[in-house]
């Protein structure tokens, strides 16, 4: 458990070290939301109006919740896999370095080693996303609060859920990363394509049906799906307190992918959490034997 420990501080203090890279996985979700906020709330404001009833006598507010846990939702799902990339790049600098050889010449164990890596990713990972979260929220104060503490408190573990299946992702692909030029290769292909394949950029609904079945069986779309449901939760019950009608109701929750179908059933949320969590165990299991493996050769 020590060299665990030892080696988990290192990585992430070798993370900090670098503040260029801190300071821009900082940033990123900000000028995210940013860019939500200044170029699409408009958009989705208006198509919320368009998708409810013109008799319906709405306020602002309501509306202004609906759009801004769109918007978080959608900038949580994405930061939680972009950013465990950049965080995870220091697996991939030691090799670059070459301190990877320093590290195993020494009396650790692979596993061990690889463990650090993830470890060491999760909490700056965290770190950056649960302040992003905090923004977001101070966001969707100012612009239509209806969440609950249980809301918050179901957000932080999407979050989470998210940030641990991101990380595993990440510790995975980058285990095969040598290079400089491979780590800007992957982080640019990640930042700019995961929005897309998460339904975080455009709701899945609005995809072609092959594409949209593809989509439904990737684990990252769940991470998506339950941030919606958490963040828009309140704002749709205030919907149906304003007397909007139920077949209504849910099919402007489909449209916004607050709800997901499998073979035309509706997946659980507890299901979609134990998806991801099984997809997170999978993927750090296949790490690990990936490392161990690789050192025996």
Known sequence: MKPLIILTKRNSKLYFKDKGMFFSSLITP????????????????????????AGLNLSDQVIGGLVGGQLISSLLAVSCVTVAFCANMVMVQDKVTGAIRDLTIAPVKRSTLSFSYYLSAVGTTLLVCLSAMGVGLIYLASVGWYLTAADVLHIVGDVVLLVLFGTALSSLINFFLTTQGQISAVGTIISSAYG???GAYMPIASFSPKLKKVITWLPGTYGTV?????????????????????PALKALKDSVDCSLYVNDKAVSPAAMAAVLAGTTAVLIGIYIVMSVINRRR
Do not use: N, Q, W
């Open 30 to 53: 900000m000028i995210l939301l940013v860019l939500y906020a200044t170029f699409l709330a408009k958009v989705y404001r208006e198509s919320f109006k368009s998708g409810l009833s």
């Open 196 to 198: 897309f394949i998460c």
């Open 226 to 246: 339950l941030l919606r449901r958490h963040t828009m939760r309140g704002a749709f019950g205030a919907l149906k307190d304003a007397g909007v009608p139920a």
